[in-house]
């Protein structure tokens, strides 16, 4: 991501998530298109965002672009998805909320972007169970940890 000019879907965390504020503000400063989650009924839609800083209240509380002010960015265009999570194993596989925002988009039609867990450490457990629709993620980022999916091995 060194280079700019992907479309990055990300999110602002809430409730003790790992810290994106820096991400988001590395990804704009690089010239990434940076797009942010809103909740529409029982989907995400995504927003492009230039100001970090113009964010309101949104679904649960967590901020979010006013989504009047830019057009919607369909899924088939992210490049990359940060996601956040509850819990992780080492297959990559996620536990969400529990409200399946995340788990219908990846399941979405078109949807092709890789997709990147963002979590603490302390959040990976040494199994998950998995439903039908769940779809691991390409990789999850931890401070201590890299995992990919491909090989299922932390690097």
Excluded: M
């Excluded at 999570?85 to 080492?90: E, H, I, S």
């Amino acid at each position: 991501l060194s280079g700019g000019g992907l479309t990055v879907g990300s999110y602002v965390s809430v409730r003790g998530e790992l810290p994106t504020l820096e991400i988001n503000a590395w990804l704009l400063a690089k010239g990434h298109r940076l797009v942010l989650p809103v909740c529409v009924g029982e989907s995400l839609s995504f927003v492009a965002v230039r100001d970090l800083l113009d964010l309101k209240a949104g679904a649960f509380g967590i901020p979010a672009p006013k989504i009047a002010d830019a057009p919607v960015v369909p899924a088939p265009e992210l490049a990359v998805l940060l996601v956040p999570l509850v819990a992780f194993d080492a297959n990559c596989h996620r536990l969400g909320q529990g409200r399946g925002f995340y788990d219908r988009l990846l399941a979405g039609p078109g949807f092709q972007a890789r997709t990147v867990g963002l979590a603490h450490d302390f959040q990976q457990v040494p199994a998950l169970p998995q439903r039908p629709w769940d779809r691991a993620l390409d990789e999850i980022v931890t401070p201590g940890g890299h995992f990919l999916r491909q090989r299922c091995v932390q690097t």
